[in-house]
């Protein structure tokens, strides 16, 4: 999937959170890495606060702060760039294992 990014500006592209439907609740998912970072930027992890949109059910919106993977471009590019990100995946309590999950970003900066 590709995400879009105004040129110059810090732009959150991916949360990267876990939560209760229950309670609300935000768990924050852990061992976040920026594996490879963009060519024609940065990308890092930042906090922001956002109204949880309807596809939440009763918890739509709450704000709420969770992490975000943000990216920014550099100077004045424009076009296409890509990073990768990975996170500890827990697995099942049956398997007792958790392992590196990657996920490549693609970014279109305008």
């Not at 990014?5 to 609740?25: D, N, Q, S, V, Y």
């Not at 940065?42 to 949109?53: G, H, W």
């Not at 943000?70 to 392992?99: C, K, M, P």
Request: proline share 5%.
């Amino acid at each position: 999937m590709t995400r879009s990014a105004a040129r110059g500006k810090a732009t959150p592209m991916e949360p990267l959170f876990a939560w209760t439907r229950e309670t609300c609740a935000i768990y924050p998912v852990q061992n976040v890495r920026i594996e490879q970072q963009p060519q024609h930027g940065t990308a890092s992890i930042a906090t922001v606060n956002v109204k949880l949109p309807a596809s939440f059910g009763v918890c739509a919106g709450t704000n709420v702060d969770m992490p975000w993977v943000v990216y920014q471009s550099a100077g004045t590019f424009s076009g296409a760039d890509h990073f990768t990100v990975s996170w500890v995946s827990h697995a099942t309590v049956l398997e007792n294992t958790s392992r590196y999950q990657f996920y490549d970003v693609a970014v279109t900066v305008r």
